[in-house]
């Protein structure tokens, strides 16, 4: 019997830790995997955003003429003064030349640090979604 009480607790446990593993992963938003020095977004009063428009990545020329479409994610780490302290793959798109234009797009542009709700800047990582689409018009 007691044997059985250990197997209910520890889904228990597990669905209790779940939250603080994975905050979300919208568009530009939480983090994904919170690691050390790291702040989750449920301490966050305002998340990294970028400095202007996040620009659109470059569409890879070969996906482009064979018809490919897809998105990847990216995790930024951005730091209390907005650098851009690691840049990666967080979900890939399966292919190398998109995946490297959503790098290239999400570092192009400066970061503005997120804030916790005293507004003193952290260190956060951000998880971003591209999406490449082709607009089926004819004609270019």
């Not at 593993?21 to 301490?43: F, H, K, Q, Y």
């Not at 966050?44 to 620009?55: I, N, T, W």
């Amino acid at each position: 019997m007691q044997r059985l009480d250990k197997r209910l607790t520890l889904p228990l446990v597990l669905l209790l830790a779940l939250p603080t593993l994975s905050a979300g992963d919208d568009e530009i938003g939480r983090a994904a995997v919170p690691l050390p020095g790291v702040t989750t977004s449920a301490s966050l009063a305002k998340e990294p955003q970028p400095v202007g428009a996040l620009p659109a990545p470059g569409y890879p020329e070969t996906a482009e003429d064979e018809g490919w479409e897809g998105s990847c994610k990216v995790r930024l780490r951005i730091s209390a003064e907005g650098e851009i302290l690691n840049a990666e793959i967080a979900v890939s798109s399966g292919r190398e030349d998109a995946d490297q234009a959503a790098l290239d797009a999400a570092t192009s542009v400066a970061w503005r640090p997120g804030t916790d709700q005293a507004g003193k800047p952290l260190t956060q990582d951000v998880t971003m979604t591209f999406t490449f689409e082709l607009s089926g018009d004819e004609g270019d």
